[in-house]
């Protein structure tokens, strides 16, 4: 069986973080668009590692409570937490090498308990209609789906 664990996010464990993305994500999977040639360059690199910087780890600016998805002891993805009110967003990457083996529904369930033990009293999180294996993790977590063109939100009371 495959060993899934969220540890929470702090500066060693983004170096990792980054690693993963790099060897098993395109850029645009694991974080904002930003101008410049395609891959990950430098520019994109120091990026990803200030996007989580600012969200995550400076108590000035941070929004949301980020894990690294370790899978058999090795940086695999992120899942997220960002409250506002009662309500909780969630959000889930992963690597290329780990879709398909259970380890989003794992760390999806994960989320589910921070968000109850949080004091949620709803989770929502959004793909997009192409993404089958999300919406299909969402749906069978409880989540009524919405789509809008392109656009899915999910929604579940907790």
Not at 14 to 22: G, S
Not at 87 to 104: Q, T
């Amino acid at each position: 069986m495959t060993d899934v664990r969220l540890t929470p996010l702090d500066g060693g464990s983004l170096a990792r973080l980054l690693e993963a993305a790099v060897a098993d994500a395109g850029p645009l999977e694991v974080m904002p668009p930003l101008d410049g040639p395609p891959g990950w360059t430098p520019e994109r690199r120091a990026a990803f590692l200030a996007f989580h910087r600012r969200r995550s780890l400076d108590p000035a600016t941070a929004v949301e409570t980020t894990w690294v998805i370790d899978v058999d002891g090795r940086a695999a993805g992120a899942a997220r937490l960002e409250a506002a009110g009662d309500v909780v967003e969630a959000g889930i990457w992963l690597g290329r090498s780990v879709r398909g083996r259970g380890v989003g529904r794992r760390a999806m369930a994960e989320l589910l308990d921070a968000a109850r033990t949080g004091g949620a009293a709803r989770f929502v999180a959004s793909t997009t209609a192409g993404n089958a294996a999300a919406r299909r993790l969402l749906v069978g977590m409880g989540a009524e789906l919405a789509v809008r063109g392109d656009d899915v939100d999910a929604t579940l009371d907790l």
